[in-house]
């Protein structure tokens, strides 16, 4: 299991601030003087009053619409941001969230923001320099607060943008039933009321703290004692290790997205740690909204990771992407307020409904359809296979092909007491998408499928599925699914991933034990949706192995409470991965012709 993901993951609080403080450059002409109204007291329904800042244009004559932020990161993060769009029209408010910064309260992640939200909107909209309509702007956190707003349905909200947005459990802080070391690195990072910018980005600290769990095989819900920060809630978190109730309630309802009526435009990226939520939103809204809300929703889909998505960049992670990637988010997100509550025209760049990029030699463009569904023309099917039950590594791997034939099934073994894989997570990684240190360091609890060499380069974009069938010996275990590009040269690249909790194999919020020895069919279709376009003479190559990482929660196989589970409970898994008629593994890609 590769641990770059959550190496990604790891960065994106800190590098949310870095974006924030980085302001694109606008061709719009605008005035240059701002004029600030400090320690802004916004009051809530119970009385705690949150803090703001209010940038306006300087000499504001009539009143304006108001855009507003509120973060847990500190509202003056948002500074560069703030002052960008005072400059161009508009009152901005970056908010400090409850229990945050100089706000009252006490900060309870996710829980306190829908009503909080609300309350900020109608107050907002009742200044004398607010002309009734008021907008949000953020990601990550900040984009989850906008859907936690929106669900409330505040009257005078006109129009969000949320980037990048958290799912309270779908994927932070845990993905599909597995739970993230890095949680205990944001929740100290959120302690308190001050930042606590230098102890987030003490890498050093946190490897060693998540390599003593890790090490001494101790229970994850012991890391918040090990870190030494008692303080947060993540013991209250520990008590919802699935997708139930606690976690839903935190999005909107399939009543409360029929009732959204405002115009939304959703920003992610291919690399977005964050982007299983951030889909998550647009296909319920797609699903349950009005026809109204559907047709005034947009989306786009970058290249970028997490913070690319405010301020994107041409590499990350390796990865080198055209000039046409770089879109000035400043400029498009004033073009989309002006659009919604200036009466202006609608941006140029929304040519349909749906924007993505297409990534790869040969591409490098921004392509459009009328909505998700539509991107693919062809959903092509390749079946796992394997030569007398041989595909453990790299160089003696399975074969993906045309059809399903009958041969004998692939057996790995996971021991949950092997820590051989913490010496390739102590590595640093200066181009992770393109690192083979994981896959070529299986450590025997995986298998490995190539494709043969496309005959001309290919457009795949879209959702890759994938589902196995597997029987083992254990009442559960955690899995990875990874699917990269092999280029002509040898070389790799990843494109998308997918994790699944054995136990979590049909419902995300109601586990059910494994039964050893059945061969079932397991599903993964939380992938990464991605666009690239694959090279003639590229391959494919997909791997499928048990997590065993320090940054992850370690599944000891027992079929327990994983997050109580230590070493004393380690069961080693033997697994066997079937592909015949009866048993079809298959890997489904979307084609674009």
Request: hydrophobic share 35%; aromatic share 12%; net charge negative.
């Amino acid at each position: 299991m590769k641990s770059r993901f959550i190496q990604l993951l790891a960065l994106l609080v800190c590098l949310s601030l870095c974006a924030a403080s980085q302001t694109n450059t606008s061709a719009s002409s605008a005035p240059v003087s701002v004029d600030l109204i400090w320690g802004f007291k916004i009051p809530l329904r119970d009385h705690v009053r949150l803090n703001g800042t209010v940038y306006k244009p300087a000499g504001q004559k009539e009143p304006l619409p108001v855009i507003f932020t509120m973060t847990p990161y500190i509202a003056d993060g948002s500074h560069p941001r703030a002052y960008y769009f005072a400059q161009h029209g508009y009152v901005f408010v970056t908010v400090d969230v409850r229990g945050r910064g100089n706000s009252e309260g006490t900060f309870d992640p996710f829980a306190q923001e829908a009503q909080d939200g609300h309350d900020i909107v109608e107050f907002l909209a009742k200044q004398p320099w607010c002309n009734g309509k008021v907008a949000m702007w953020g990601g990550s956190y900040v984009g989850y607060d906008q859907w936690a707003t929106v669900k409330e349905l505040p009257p005078h909200l006109a129009t969000v943008v949320p980037v990048a947005s958290v799912r309270p459990g779908i994927d932070f802080p845990f993905h599909r039933g597995i739970w993230y070391s890095y949680d205990m690195e944001w929740l100290t990072f959120t302690s308190g009321v001050t930042p606590n910018n230098s102890l987030f980005g003490e890498s050093k600290l946190w490897m060693q703290k998540f390599l003593e769990m890790y090490q001494d095989h101790r229970p994850f819900n012991t890391l918040d004692q090990i870190v030494g920060n008692g303080s947060t809630v993540f013991q209250k978190w520990m008590k919802h290790p699935n997708f139930d109730s606690f976690w839903q309630d935190m999005a909107p309802s399939r009543e409360q997205y029929a009732k959204i009526n405002v115009p939304i435009l959703t920003i992610t990226g291919h690399n977005d740690g964050d982007q299983t939520g951030a889909l998550s939103y647009y296909r319920e809204i797609m699903k349950y909204g009005n026809a109204e809300a559907k047709a005034k929703h947009y989306l786009i889909i970058g290249p970028w990771d997490h913070p690319g998505t405010r301020t994107p960049r041409k590499e990350i992670g390796g990865l080198v992407f055209g000039d046409a990637s770089l879109l000035d988010m400043n400029d498009l997100h004033r073009q989309w307020y002006d659009w919604t509550m200036k009466s202006g025209p609608k941006p140029d760049f929304l040519k349909k409904r749906v924007a993505y990029y297409v990534m790869g030699p040969g591409a490098e463009n921004w392509k459009y359809a009328d909505d998700l569904e539509s991107v693919a023309t062809e959903h092509r099917k390749l079946y796992l296979t394997s030569h007398d039950g041989i595909a453990n590594d790299v160089f003696h791997s399975g074969a993906l092909a045309a059809q399903a034939v009958r041969t004998a099934p692939d057996k790995f073994v996971y021991d949950p007491l092997d820590v051989r894989p913490a010496e390739l997570d102590k590595e640093e990684y200066s181009k992770p998408f393109l690192d083979e240190r994981y896959v070529l360091n299986l450590f025997g609890k995986g298998v490995v499928y190539h494709s043969d060499p496309f005959t001309e380069a290919t457009e795949i974009s879209g959702d890759i599925k994938f589902s196995a069938w597997i029987a083992m010996d254990v009442p559960d275990t955690d899995f990875s699914a990874t699917l990269y590009e092999v280029l002509p040269d040898g070389s790799s690249v990843e494109l998308t991933s997918d994790l699944l909790r054995a136990r979590y194999r049909e419902s995300l919020n109601k586990a059910k034990p494994v039964t050893p020895g059945e061969i079932t069919r397991y599903d993964f279709d939380g992938f990464r949706w991605f666009s690239r376009r694959i090279s003639k003479g590229s391959r494919l190559r997909l791997v499928l192995d048990c997590v065993n990482t320090m940054y992850y929660e370690k599944n000891y196989n027992s079929g327990g409470a994983v997050e109580s589970e230590s070493g004393k409970d380690a069961r080693t898994a033997h697994v066997a991965l079937y592909h015949d008629p009866e048993h079809p593994s298959v890997l489904e890609i979307p084609v674009v012709k």
